[in-house]
């Protein structure tokens, strides 16, 4: 697990997103996203201090984090790599492309690499079908990816 | 407001934007700027053209030219020959793949002759982010004469009359949802649009929510005047930034004008639209699972009844209608429940929206009447098959739909038709496969899919799904018996008939189907331990082409478990049950003699 530590100002701003919200169990996953906007992910202590502010159990919350594959609890990397799993990328070879990211970077999909530089995951359709297969990095879509770019365009990350 | 002689539209959704359309923008209006011409020509950033395999694109009213692949430097000479000059640069614009004939004006485009635009009709015509434009295109008037003149029960009758069937998927007519809904009653009910699209693959939805939020916004207030809410809620995908910046934009703008909020257009109806974010969970397009989730809760579904017009969100009732069916309802009103009811099949009316992918020349969003063939689609909306590959199956219908073959090529697509084809109509998602495609691996994918989106609730969907995935894998792994081909048939039927929501009840369809359509292919999997397509890695057959062979013995001394023999100078032969298809014979080989199939 991360050795995320919480602390007061944290809490602070936990604090304020949840009073900003009415302090309402209801509003829990706008409550989430909020968080893991400021935050960049949802470390268990993250989670025990939202249970209180809500008064609600820590299980409950976990239970939703869980759930939802938009909300995750480890830290991306500086360059987060997302694949384009739909199925129009998926016939047109994503899975080479994975499997070609998952050799250069030593890291199964889901992981980070030591360095903290790039971590790796698959998601369900951007929706640049027209682009197949996609590859986003930070923001930047890269379409029509082929499995031999793949060094040249790691290569452009620099740091 | 300035007149201009000139507008030139540039796709602003998100597949077009990929690709540099907001520094087309950009460039395009100094360009403009420079030249002088701000008092002729107008910039407009729109919703999806729906031809994406070429984009970005830019289109240029009123000529209707049409301009693909635009890269940021040529816009240029778009201002400076089109705008100033009115010369159409000519490499720019869409050559037709036949006659190899650059087309001047687009509605000449094989791509656009046979689409009917009803939802999609505002799409990449007018600015998502002017209220005005929208209501320029009768915008808003629909809602206005309902209010003026309508009861709500003669607003649903016509909704009934027209015979529009939601299209997320289930297909049940939404008149009658609505008269449910209507009927029961409640201190408070909800107007819930359903924009939580998570059939990979499909993008529909968020491409009108992009193109054109206020025909959404205006169906939700027709739909809270019928039903008697005043509160409408927008589920929407976080994954979708523009989609939700474009609908805060639209709700803002709308609240400016009185068109949403208190005593909307001076009357006693009051009705307000809010944004509530999904976070990822295929389920969550159910819809007791999607009013669990906006109540802050795990997505999982309960048991229908009761059905959310009875009891919904926070235990009111709720209707819940998808966002491509709420985009129809403000023009059924405009043109008559008659018009509407003329186009399409005799039990599903209207058009549908299919976001086309896969192995198909013309990748992108399309929307086309009921009753359209396949052949059509394909071939002449989709331009036909990539690289001239034999067209093999189309996926309709994502994760719960199933596959349509060469044989189904000429029934007319509708709900009905569908269904007796073994799949469905979905949200929309229509994938073209090629014979590069291994059915096995495309029924494992889903699976895949399945597994990792099932809530856990029921235990047929959570341990069933993860069998038959299981099977799948060993299927293509070159380990499977005919049995197994057997058990996976018998286990889909229990996991169609015992999970608790559609989900699960639907999950199986994409094995059933190629089961049924692609069986020899299964076949050849478990007896022959082959793959057609090539696309299984473990079950690739290796053989040496005695023409190219040169007898070498590279492939015998790389082959680690001694399957290739062979005289010296003479072809060499592969042992095909020692091979264990490792490919170092392939990587060895200077001839190109080690053929792969």
Same mark, same amino acid.
């Not at chain 1, 987060?80 to 994975?98: D, F, L, N, P, W």
């Not at chain 2, 009185?258 to 639209?273: A, K, M, Q, R, Y």
């Given at each position: 697990?991360?050795?995320?530590?919480?602390?007061?100002? =944290?809490?602070?701003?936990?604090?304020?997103?949840?009073?900003?919200?009415?302090?309402?169990?209801?509003?829990?996953?706008?409550?989430? =996203?909020?968080?893991?906007?400021?935050?960049?992910?949802?470390?268990?202590?993250?989670?025990?201090?939202?249970?209180?502010?809500?008064?609600?159990?820590?299980?409950?919350?976990?239970?939703?984090?869980?759930?939802?594959?938009?909300?995750?609890?480890?830290?991306?990397?500086?360059?987060?790599?997302?694949?384009?799993?739909?199925?129009?990328?998926?016939?047109?070879?994503?899975?080479?492309?994975?499997?070609?990211?998952?050799?250069?970077?030593?890291?199964?999909?889901?992981?980070?690499?030591?360095?903290?530089?790039?971590?790796?995951?698959?998601?369900?359709?951007?929706?640049?079908?027209?682009?197949?297969?996609?590859?986003?990095?930070?923001?930047?879509?890269?379409?029509?990816?082929?499995?031999?770019?793949?060094?040249?365009?790691?290569?452009?990350?620099?740091? | 407001?300035?007149?201009?002689?000139?507008?030139?539209?540039?796709?602003?959704?998100?597949?077009? &934007?990929? !690709?540099?359309?907001?520094?087309?923008?950009?460039?395009?209006?100094? *360009?403009?700027?420079?030249?002088?011409?701000?008092?002729?020509?107008?910039?407009?950033?729109?919703?999806?053209?729906?031809?994406?395999?070429?984009?970005?694109?830019?289109?240029?009213?009123?000529?209707?030219?049409?301009?693909?692949?635009?890269?940021?430097?040529?816009?240029?000479?778009?201002?400076?020959?089109?705008?100033?000059?009115?010369?159409?640069?000519?490499?720019?614009?869409?050559?037709?793949?036949?006659?190899?004939?650059?087309?001047?004006? *687009?509605?000449?485009?094989?791509?656009?002759?046979?689409?009917?635009?009803?939802?999609?009709?505002?799409?990449?015509?007018?600015?998502?982010?002017?209220?005005?434009?929208?209501?320029?295109?009768?915008?808003?008037?629909?809602?206005?004469?309902?209010?003026?003149?309508? #009861?709500?029960?003669?607003?649903?009758?016509?909704?009934?009359?027209?015979?529009?069937?939601?299209?997320?998927?289930?297909?049940?007519?939404?008149?009658?949802?609505?008269?449910?809904? !209507?009927?029961?009653?409640?201190?408070?009910?909800?107007?819930?649009?359903?924009?939580?699209?998570?059939?990979?693959?499909?993008?529909?939805?968020?491409?009108?929510?992009?193109?054109?939020?206020?025909?959404?916004?205006?169906?939700?207030?027709?739909?809270?005047?019928?039903?008697?809410?005043?509160?409408?809620? @927008?589920?929407?995908?976080?994954?979708?930034?523009?989609?939700?910046? &474009?609908?805060?934009?639209?709700?803002?703008?709308?609240?400016?004008?009185?068109?949403?909020?208190?005593? @909307?257009?001076?009357?006693?109806?009051?009705?307000?639209?809010?944004?509530?974010?999904?976070?990822?969970?295929?389920?969550?397009?159910?819809?007791?699972?999607?009013?669990?989730?906006?109540?802050?809760?795990?997505?999982?579904?309960?048991?229908?009844?009761?059905?959310?017009?009875?009891?919904?969100?926070?235990?009111?009732?709720?209707?819940?209608?998808?966002?491509?069916?709420?985009?129809?309802?403000?023009?059924?009103?405009?043109?008559?429940?008659?018009?509407?009811?003329?186009?399409?099949?005799?039990?599903?009316?209207?058009?549908?929206?299919?976001?086309?992918?896969?192995?198909?020349?013309?990748?992108?969003?399309?929307?086309?009447?009921?009753?359209?063939?396949?052949?059509?689609?394909?071939?002449?909306?989709?331009?036909?098959?990539?690289?001239?590959?034999?067209?093999?199956?189309?996926?309709?219908?994502?994760? %719960?739909?199933?596959?349509?073959?060469?044989?189904?090529?000429?029934?007319?697509?509708?709900?009905?038709?569908?269904?007796?084809?073994?799949?469905?109509?979905? #949200?929309?998602?229509?994938?073209?496969?090629?014979?590069?495609?291994?059915?096995?691996?495309?029924?494992?994918?889903?699976?895949?899919?399945?597994?990792?989106?099932?809530?856990?609730?029921?235990?047929?969907?959570?341990?069933?799904?993860?069998?038959?995935?299981?099977?799948?894998?060993?299927?293509?792994?070159?380990?499977?018996?005919?049995?197994?081909?057997?058990?996976?048939?018998?286990?889909?039927?229990?996991?169609?008939?015992? %999970?608790?929501?559609?989900?699960?009840?639907?999950?199986?369809?994409?094995?059933?189907?190629?089961?049924?359509?692609?069986?020899?292919?299964?076949?050849?999997?478990?007896?022959?331990? @082959?793959?057609?397509?090539?696309?299984?890695?473990?079950?690739?057959?290796?053989?040496?082409?005695?023409?190219?062979?040169?007898?070498?013995?590279?492939?015998?001394?790389?082959?680690?478990?001694?399957?290739?023999?062979?005289?010296?100078?003479?072809?060499?032969?592969?042992?095909?049950?020692?091979?264990?298809?490792?490919?170092?014979?392939?990587?060895?080989?200077?001839?190109?003699?080690?053929?792969?199939?």
């Amino acid at each position: 697990m991360s050795s995320f530590k919480i602390q007061d100002c =944290h809490k602070q701003t936990i604090k304020q997103i949840c009073e900003s919200f009415n302090n309402n169990p209801g509003e829990l996953i706008s409550i989430l =996203h909020k968080t893991q906007g400021e935050f960049g992910y949802l470390p268990e202590d993250i989670q025990r201090e939202i249970a209180k502010n809500l008064n609600i159990s820590v299980a409950k919350v976990y239970g939703v984090v869980t759930f939802y594959s938009f909300f995750t609890m480890t830290p991306k990397g500086r360059h987060a790599i997302s694949v384009c799993m739909g199925t129009a990328c998926y016939v047109r070879g994503a899975e080479k492309i994975v499997d070609e990211l998952k050799e250069q970077l030593k890291i199964k999909v889901g992981g980070v690499t030591d360095d903290g530089k790039f971590s790796l995951d698959c998601l369900r359709c951007v929706g640049a079908c027209g682009l197949a297969p996609v590859v986003l990095i930070g923001e930047k879509v890269y379409g029509r990816v082929e499995a031999n770019q793949i060094k040249d365009i790691l290569a452009s990350y620099e740091d | 407001m300035a007149q201009y002689k000139m507008h030139l539209l540039v796709c602003g959704g998100t597949g077009c &934007r990929a !690709s540099q359309s907001d520094v087309i923008v950009k460039n395009l209006e100094s *360009s403009i700027k420079e030249l002088g011409l701000s008092e002729e020509a107008q910039v407009v950033t729109t919703g999806c053209f729906g031809f994406c395999e070429k984009g970005p694109i830019v289109k240029v009213i009123p000529d209707n030219t049409f301009y693909t692949q635009v890269k940021p430097e040529d816009c240029e000479e778009i201002v400076r020959e089109h705008v100033l000059k009115g010369r159409r640069v000519y490499r720019l614009l869409y050559e037709d793949p036949e006659t190899q004939k650059h087309i001047e004006d *687009s509605k000449h485009m094989g791509f656009y002759q046979k689409q009917l635009r009803i939802a999609l009709r505002n799409c990449g015509f007018i600015d998502p982010e002017n209220i005005d434009e929208y209501i320029a295109r009768d915008g808003y008037a629909a809602i206005g004469n309902i209010l003026a003149e309508m #009861s709500p029960e003669q607003a649903i009758d016509i909704m009934k009359k027209s015979g529009l069937r939601g299209r997320g998927g289930g297909g049940f007519p939404t008149g009658i949802k609505w008269e449910i809904a !209507s009927k029961n009653k409640a201190d408070q009910k909800y107007v819930v649009c359903n924009a939580d699209e998570g059939d990979p693959g499909a993008f529909m939805d968020r491409s009108i929510l992009e193109g054109d939020p206020h025909s959404v916004l205006e169906a939700m207030a027709i739909c809270g005047y019928c039903i008697g809410a005043s509160k409408g809620l @927008i589920y929407i995908r976080a994954e979708y930034p523009l989609a939700i910046k &474009r609908l805060q934009v639209a709700i803002s703008q709308a609240r400016e004008y009185g068109l949403l909020g208190d005593n @909307i257009l001076g009357t006693p109806f009051s009705f307000d639209v809010e944004l509530k974010y999904g976070a990822g969970a295929f389920v969550c397009g159910e819809e007791t699972a999607l009013i669990h989730s906006m109540e802050g809760h795990r997505g999982e579904p309960t048991v229908k009844p009761p059905f959310p017009a009875e009891k919904g969100y926070l235990g009111k009732p709720t209707n819940v209608n998808n966002v491509e069916t709420l985009a129809n309802i403000p023009v059924i009103y405009l043109k008559g429940a008659e018009w509407f009811a003329s186009i399409g099949t005799e039990k599903s009316k209207g058009t549908k929206v299919f976001a086309l992918a896969g192995k198909i020349n013309n990748v992108g969003l399309i929307e086309v009447p009921m009753g359209i063939t396949l052949r059509e689609v394909i071939y002449e909306i989709g331009g036909g098959i990539k690289g001239g590959k034999k067209f093999k199956a189309v996926q309709t219908g994502g994760p %719960s739909g199933g596959c349509l073959t060469e044989k189904h090529l000429d029934t007319p697509i509708d709900f009905d038709n569908l269904l007796a084809a073994g799949s469905m109509m979905g #949200s929309g998602g229509m994938i073209v496969m090629d014979e590069d495609d291994c059915m096995v691996s495309v029924a494992k994918f889903y699976l895949e899919f399945t597994v990792e989106e099932s809530c856990g609730k029921c235990a047929p969907c959570r341990v069933g799904n993860k069998r038959l995935h299981e099977i799948l894998e060993k299927i293509c792994a070159g380990k499977g018996t005919e049995d197994d081909l057997e058990y996976l048939k018998n286990l889909s039927y229990v996991i169609k008939d015992t %999970s608790l929501c559609g989900l699960g009840q639907t999950s199986p369809n994409p094995v059933l189907s190629t089961l049924e359509h692609f069986y020899d292919e299964y076949l050849a999997h478990v007896r022959e331990r @082959i793959c057609i397509a090539g696309r299984c890695k473990a079950l690739k057959l290796y053989t040496i082409l005695p023409d190219k062979c040169t007898g070498c013995t590279a492939c015998t001394r790389a082959c680690p478990v001694g399957a290739i023999t062979g005289e010296k100078r003479q072809p060499h032969v592969i042992d095909v049950d020692k091979c264990i298809r490792c490919g170092a014979c392939y990587d060895k080989c200077k001839f190109t003699a080690i053929h792969v199939q």
